[in-house]
């Protein structure tokens, strides 16, 4: 997918976020653009697909509080889903993340999915697990897909990867 900034994000422009989104930042978590790329991912899953924010980050409970946690948890029609959302990018800005890079990122990000799902409690618990790759940048998406196609299929078919490609003044993102 692919997501426009064309000017820079202000807390000004908080009303024009979807609730969810709002919800997200305003709940905090891993502040800075880190949360804002979480807010942003959620965001596109919302207008794009319409997914609906179940709960933020720290609203999600799990067994083990020290193990892997998701980002947010959304529904669409019946399933729910659990999201977590990482930026795959190199300094600067304008350099592709490599096909390794690519690969030890969603190899991480996937175990990640899967040791949280495995820690939620059962009221929480999601159908599946969906990885949100943010990136500025067409080539570290290209190798995104290239690195995600050889990585077993089994670790792959159980969660959904969406990889999305800012574009316009995203350097605050980031």
Known sequence: G???FDSSYTPADLTLLTTGAQAIINNGGSGGSALLAIAFAY???????GHVLLKTAD???YYDNAGKKIDFSAQLGLAKFGATVT???NFPLDTPISDASAKALLESKLATL????SNVVVADQWNRGVLVVVTPLEASATNLLTALSGIDAQKRSVHIVIIIVTDGSDL???
């Open 114 to 117: 899967s040791a949280a799902a």
């Open 172 to 174: 605050w993102l980031y």
């Open 87 to 89: 930026r795959a990018v």
């Open 2 to 4: 692919r997501i426009d």
């Open 59 to 61: 609203q999600i409970i």
């Open 43 to 49: 965001e596109w899953l919302a207008r794009c697909n």
